[in-house]
């Protein structure tokens, strides 16, 4: 597996589960190990692993797990 260089997750960037669903934009990174979603329709941010990019393209963050997997374990703030 290739690394990810976090410096290429920019704010606003699509964040796309594995399945292809849109799981949100990328608000910033909160330091290098967690990617911080903007607001969701609940109103709060979420947190996720950068451990689950698996790749960044054309300002998309790909990701490795399914949507349901990333909502069942984001973490809420």
Known sequence: MTAINVENIKSHADVIASCGTKVG????????????????????????????????????????????EVKDTWVQV
């Open 25 to 68: 934009e990328v608000d910033h990174l909160e330091g290098n190990d967690q990617i911080k979603l903007t607001k969701h329709g609940d109103g709060h941010h979420h947190l996720i692993p950068v451990s689950w990019v698996g790749e960044i393209t054309d300002n998309k963050i790909m990701l490795i797990k399914d949507s349901q």
